[in-house]
């Protein structure tokens, strides 16, 4: 079965500095990965996803990943974090042969003023 | 454009009630429906899929049901709640026939049970 692993149960990150939340994945065949973000009691949002092409993603709210297949690995990012992006993220991959998405556990960042 | 609601948004049942959750998706048609459910504010478990009307797979036994009676429309069901069933429960979408997989998420109910 498909899976990702956000090995970090939090990261925190002074406000202006670079945000980075690690995700890995373990697929059979190509992956199609995607990152989340949840806010405090609201549903998860849509950031962005990985399917094919550029390895260098740009989603909403100024968020990136970079996909890396030598290192299976999914990271999302940001140059300079606000307060504002305190929240849960998640990654995910489609679970080829069915129609779900494999979630990991989730990260929580927490930006510093 | 598509836009998905749950309701309630919060709901305090006493142990051994009947729970009906609802879900329903404007602006798209036959979509995949997704119930989902947070414990703790972390992880998700998905609890039901349908890939059409009256189409359900579970992927949890457990006391709750799931039905989609209309092909927007995707109700959670338990006829006697357990403690075990608090938590946070999302019902999610995504668009079929397009090669995108990702799914959209609704506000979420919040449910204790007491």
């Known amino acids: 079965a498909q899976s990702v692993a956000q090995p970090e149960d939090q990261v925190n990150v002074a406000e202006g500095n670079p945000l980075t939340v690690k995700c890995t994945y373990s697929?059979?065949?190509?992956?199609?990965l995607f990152w989340y973000v949840q806010y405090p009691n609201r549903g998860l949002q849509f950031l962005l996803k990985y399917i094919t092409g550029d390895n260098l993603v740009k989603g909403s709210y100024g968020f990136e990943a970079e996909f890396n297949k030598s290192q299976t690995s999914f990271h999302l990012k940001k140059p300079s974090a606000l307060v504002s992006d305190s929240a849960l993220y998640f990654c995910a991959v489609r679970d080829l042969g069915n129609n779900r998405l494999a979630f990991g556990k989730g990260n929580q960042v927490v930006v510093i003023p | 454009s598509q836009t998905i609601h749950q309701w309630p948004a919060t709901l305090v049942q006493p142990v051994g009630s009947p729970l009906s959750l609802e879900c329903t998706v404007e602006g798209t048609s036959n979509p995949n429906l997704y119930w989902y459910r947070q414990a703790a504010g972390r992880g998700l478990q998905l609890l039901f899929y349908s890939v059409g009307i009256g189409q359900i797979s579970s992927e949890v036994p457990q006391n709750l049901s799931a039905s989609r009676p209309q092909d927007r429309q995707f109700i959670l069901s338990s006829k006697k709640l357990l403690l075990s069933d608090s938590g946070f429960y999302l019902c999610?979408?995504?668009?079929?026939?397009?090669?995108?997989?990702?799914?959209?998420f609704g506000p979420g109910t919040r449910l204790t049970v007491t």
């Open positions: 697929v059979s065949g190509n992956p199609y």
């Open positions: 999610a979408w995504r668009v079929t026939g397009t090669g995108a997989y990702e799914q959209y």
